[in-house]
């Protein structure tokens, strides 16, 4: 199918609008914030948040990432975007279409074609914490789809959910199993937050990776071209760039961990030998022994049980659950209970 389905085709193209919640000054104090606490704390493991894996490098080798043959994620929950989508569309006949974590979109445009074969969809909101990555998504897709509003939003969607336009009815995508970043506190939270600012009978698609083979899962964070290691180490980068610190990132070795009682990946930085790092944008240092690990990632993996508990607990009633054979992954169709 052609990108703009059959009712944007001939319409009138609009260019993209902009709600910048979230500007570089911003996220360079949430980055002080992170690393100081994560970092620097005298009690504790350390530890960094994973969105700062994603400046404009490391977004690329997660894009690289993606189509590797052990990361299965991507691709399996397309083939169910792509089976599903138009049911998706014919149940929601959402007015407006929000995306969390949107990146560059491309997973998007299939539920766009469903949606505007259908007829209903007005608007597509974008939001991610990338300013640069997602003006450049929307342009693109304000000209593939001629009549359709987009209106991206940067910001955080642990702060500026409920500061997202919406309409009557919204469905909202959270895609990639972003949601297993999430520690289970966090995620009631997040959950709560959608309950909020959504409407009862809106819609809300979940893209969850299931508890599986721990040979396969741990295959997918450490891939045999190492671009894992890779985009694991690039958050050293990140540091080095923005706070002048003096992370060697040869010193450091990727390590991947399932810890089967939480049911989660463990991505970590471990390492080689002692040392001390300077953190002049703290005013600090880092002494690290030989090794000593950094955590940078949690990725839950869930059961169709957990998450429709956890949907429940935040009054949305569970309309869909789809996997694939071998239940690689899920996608999970919820609306907001009246």
Not at 104 to 115: P, V, Y
Not at 170 to 180: C, D, Q, Y
Not at 212 to 239: Q, W
Request: hydrophobic share 40%.
């Amino acid at each position: 199918m052609m990108a703009g389905g059959s009712g944007q085709g001939s319409g009138t193209v609009i260019g993209p609008r902009f709600d910048v919640y979230l500007t570089r000054e911003d996220m360079r104090r949430a980055l002080l914030r992170d690393a100081r606490e994560g970092l620097l704390a005298p009690t504790g493991e350390r530890q960094l948040s994973p969105v700062w894996f994603y400046d404009d490098y490391g977004s690329m080798l997660f894009d690289r990432i993606t189509e590797l043959p052990e990361y299965y994620p991507t691709r399996a929950e397309r083939r169910l975007l792509e089976a599903h989508s138009a049911e998706i569309a014919r149940r929601s006949r959402a007015r407006v279409m929000v995306e969390l974590g949107a990146g560059t979109c491309t997973k998007s445009r299939i539920l766009l074609d469903s949606l505007t074969d259908e007829g209903s969809v007005q608007s597509y909101v974008p939001f991610d914490v990338s300013e640069s990555t997602l003006r450049e998504a929307a342009a693109v897709l304000a000209r593939d789809y001629p009549g359709l509003l987009v209106r991206g939003v940067i910001g955080d969607f642990h702060r500026h959910i409920p500061l997202v336009p919406v309409g009557d009815p919204t469905l909202v995508a959270f895609l990639g199993g972003t949601i297993g970043n999430l520690l289970p506190r966090e995620r009631g939270r997040f959950f709560d937050v959608l309950a909020e600012w959504l409407a009862p009978g809106d819609w809300f698609l979940l893209g969850a990776d299931l508890v599986k083979d721990p040979a396969r899962l741990l295959a997918a964070y450490d891939d045999s071209e190492g671009v894992t290691a890779a985009f694991n180490r690039n958050v050293l980068s990140v540091l080095n760039r923005e706070l002048g610190a003096d992370f060697c990132l040869d010193r450091y070795d990727h390590v991947v961990h399932w810890d089967c009682d939480e049911q989660w990946i463990e991505m970590r930085l471990r390492s080689r030998v002692s040392q001390r790092v300077d953190l002049p944008g703290l005013g600090a240092h880092l002494d690290l022994e030989a090794g000593e690990e950094i955590l940078t990632e949690v990725s839950a993996k869930f059961t169709r049980q957990r998450i429709d508990s956890e949907l429940c607990d935040a009054r949305f009633v569970v309309e869909d659950m789809w996997d694939e054979p071998g239940g690689e992954f899920m996608m999970v169709l919820a609306r907001l209970k009246g």
